[in-house]
C-alpha cells in the first residue's frame, strides 16, 4: 500500500503532534470501514486522540 501526504497536511500535522504511525492507524481503520464514508473514495477520520479530524481520500485495487 502507497501513503502519501500533501505539504500542507504535512506540516500541520506536525503542528498538532500527529505521528506517521498514528496516521497509518488510521488508514487501516478506513479500510477495515471504521471511518465515516463521505462517497467517492473520501473518508473522515477522527485523529490525535479525537481532538483533530482528517479528511482521507483512498483508492483501492491494483496499480
Known amino acids: 500500500m502507497r501513503v502519501f ?7 500541520a500535522a506536525k503542528s498538532h503532534a ?8 488510521a488508514i487501516e481503520a478506513v479500510m477495515q470501514g471504521k471511518a465515516d464514508d463521505l462517497g467517492g473514495g473520501v473518508y473522515k477520520k477522527r485523529l ?10 483512498a483508492k483501492g485495487g491494483q496499480h
Do not use: G, M, Y
Not at 500527529?18 to 492507524?25: F, R, V
Not at 490525535?48 to 481520500?57: K, P, S, T
Open 48 to 57: 490525535n486522540q479525537n481532538r483533530d479530524r482528517a479528511i482521507i481520500l
Open 18 to 25: 500527529i505521528k506517521d504511525s498514528e496516521l497509518c492507524q
Open 5 to 11: 501526504k500533501t505539504k500542507w497536511f504535512t506540516k
